[in-house]
């Protein structure tokens, strides 16, 4: 392998590859790459992310639907789970889409020498990589720095000793914990929550906020609280942990709120209170790329205050962490470091999904942000149980609600807790992007019956009475 | 100038006409290394504006970066 490149990349996850790739097709393979990191490759999604996440949403979901069935005259089957398999054909699935994905793509790529270690940077044009064996110092004209985040541990007296899982450790489980405590109400807690709630664990959720999931709309957060409520989830709302303890083999989480002190026991506790970017250890000084404790800085060009060295995916300084960002950054570096017309990333068109049933989908600005840039909005939920398709499915819980600028009508946020909620918001993106407002939302045909239908439901009820409607009009 | 996508001596020549035209004059190109260097007048093209030249654009398969001005 060499010790000179034209790009090197900190990180083997999404970004990483996606900027390999992209810089690899540029410039016609003839750009010598050096791709470092460690762990399996492809980094968070598809080894302990996105990928095992959903494989275990989908079959909790079927055996939800098995033990309660929505249709009268379907009765509730006798639920056999079998969790130790789940757990292996999930370990299973993620293997097979780590080899597709990753390791079978990036043999095709004679230009790209892929490295294991931790790199840091020794100069401005340097890094060196450690592992197990020698170090060594690779030198480059360009970088991409794409080291990802990792789960954030509170410090909280107790925890370390009387130990945890996180989202890195909790696919590695055979057997189900007949109990389980959950730190922090973000979408990955809630999430893996409702998957395990679902298959027989009894879950607690504990956390400082009384909304979950920051970032969404406030009352449809409320929802989604009540609904997972519903079944069986235990939320423990404006709790401040004091500490963690062991007792007869079981973990026991003391905490503190206005009414006094209580406690939760469980055979496991789930940390699960945020990600921090991967900026520690790398001596970013020494290349003169400024950061802090929330990620990088980079201009929306992906640039770093070095303007050899850029930055994509969770590692950023940005609001959200997404496997779609970051493939969609990786590539904004690379083609800005080796094309003339510069391609930006613009946050107010990514769409971002909350995985639990039913989902939460959203793109654009919550109302109290768009107030917040000093223009007046107009909004509208609309309830799902007025959309056929919903009544249909019977699933009654959830709303949509599209945020319009008051003056010119124009959509800038939309956001649905709804079934296949994340399948459709993508028609969001589009209405943002193009600048349409909620009367070119309406003048299309959206297919009957279908749950997308609530958009144009929720277009329509701008100017209308929805009960004064038949269906389908326009 | 590192210029990439280059694979024959056609290639390289239609880098030197690319930047010739650009207003570079003493034009070397190396297939080898994937290299260029030439001499610009900077009153005509700044030096870092010849990775924008058409020749460099998204349309042809030629890209490059300029890497180093004395
Ligand atoms: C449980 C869970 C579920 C998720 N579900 C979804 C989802 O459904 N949809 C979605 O869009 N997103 C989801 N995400 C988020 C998504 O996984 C991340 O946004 C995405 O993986 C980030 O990619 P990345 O390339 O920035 O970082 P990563 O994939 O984390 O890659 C970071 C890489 O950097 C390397 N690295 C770290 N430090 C160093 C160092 N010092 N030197 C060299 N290399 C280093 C690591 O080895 C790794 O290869 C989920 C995340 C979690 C945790």
Redesign the interface.
């Known amino acids: 392998m060499k010790n000179e490149y ?1 790009l090197v990349i900190l990180g083997r996850g999404a970004a990483a590859f996606s900027a390999a790739i992209k810089a690899s097709e ?3 393979g ?2 010598t790459i050096a791709m470092i990191g460690f762990g399996p490759l492809g980094g968070t999604c598809v080894n302990v992310g996105c990928v095992p996440s959903k494989y275990l949403i989908e079959a909790a979901k079927v055996a939800h639907t098995q033990s309660s069935p929505r249709y009268p005259g379907i009765e509730p089957g006798l639920l056999s789970i079998n969790f130790g398999e789940l757990m292996e054909s999930l370990r299973r699935t993620v293997k097979e889409e780590r080899k597709e994905r990753y390791e079978n793509v990036i043999k095709s790529y004679e230009n790209i020498d892929v490295y294991d270690g931790k790199a840091q940077f020794v100069d401005r044009d340097a890094i060196i990589v450690k592992n197990n064996s020698n170090p060594k110092k690779l030198k480059g ?1 360009n970088f991409i720095i794409a080291t990802g985040s990792s789960t954030k541990i509170p410090k909280i007296e107790g925890l370390n000793e009387t130990g945890y899982i996180t989202s890195n450790t909790v696919w590695d489980l055979n057997s189900l914990p007949r109990t389980l405590t959950i730190l922090g109400g973000g979408f990955i807690g809630l999430e893996i929550g409702q998957s395990l709630e679902r298959l027989g664990t009894k879950v607690t959720i504990i956390k400082e906020h009384n909304t979950v999931a920051p970032g969404i709309e406030e009352e449809i957060g409320k929802t989604l609280m009540e609904i997972l409520t519903s079944e069986g989830i235990d939320f423990r709302n404006g709790k401040k942990i004091l500490r963690v303890y062991s007792r007869n083999g079981k973990k026991v989480v003391e905490m503190q709120s206005n009414l006094g002190k209580e406690e939760v026991e469980a055979d496991e506790i789930l940390v699960s209170s945020g990600r921090m970017p991967n900026v520690a250890d790398l001596d970013l000084e020494k290349a003169g790329v400024k950061y802090s404790e929330n990620g990088i800085s980079v201009d929306e060009t992906m640039k770093t205050s070095n303007p050899l060295i850029y930055a994509a995916g969770d590692v950023v300084d940005q609001k959200y962490r997404l496997e779609t960002l970051a493939a969609s950054e990786g590539s904004i570096a690379a083609s800005n ?5 510069e391609k930006r990333i613009n946050l107010q068109l990514v769409p971002w999904a909350v995985f639990t049933e039913p989902q939460f989908a959203s793109v654009g600005l919550t109302e109290s942000q768009y107030n917040a840039t000093g223009r007046k909005s107009t909004t509208r939920v609309v309830p799902l149980e007025l959309v056929p398709k919903a009544r249909i499915l019977k699933e009654y819980h959830g709303s949509f609600k599209i945020v319009v600028d008051s003056e010119t009508e124009k959509i800038v946020g939309v956001h649905a807790l709804s079934p296949y909620a994340a399948e459709f918001i993508i028609e969001g993106v589009y209405a943002i992007k193009y600048g349409l407002t909620f009367r070119d939302l309406i003048e299309n045909s959206h297919i009957f019956p279908t749950v997308a239908e609530g958009i144009k439901l929720t277009s329509q009820s701008f100017t209308r009475d929805l009960s004064r409607m038949s269906c389908c009009m326009e | 100038m590192r210029v990439f996508g280059m694979t024959c001596d056609d290639c390289v020549r239609t880098v030197s006409e690319g930047l010739k035209e650009g207003g570079a004059s003493e034009i070397f190109v190396s297939l080898k290394n994937g290299t260029a260097s030439a001499v610009v007048d900077d009153s005509m093209i700044k030096p870092d504006d010849l990775s924008r030249l058409p020749v460099f654009s998204e349309k042809s398969h030629y890209r490059a970066q300029v890497r180093k001005v004395e």
């Open positions: 034209d540029i410039t016609a003839q750009a004209y470091i080796y094309e003339s017309n």
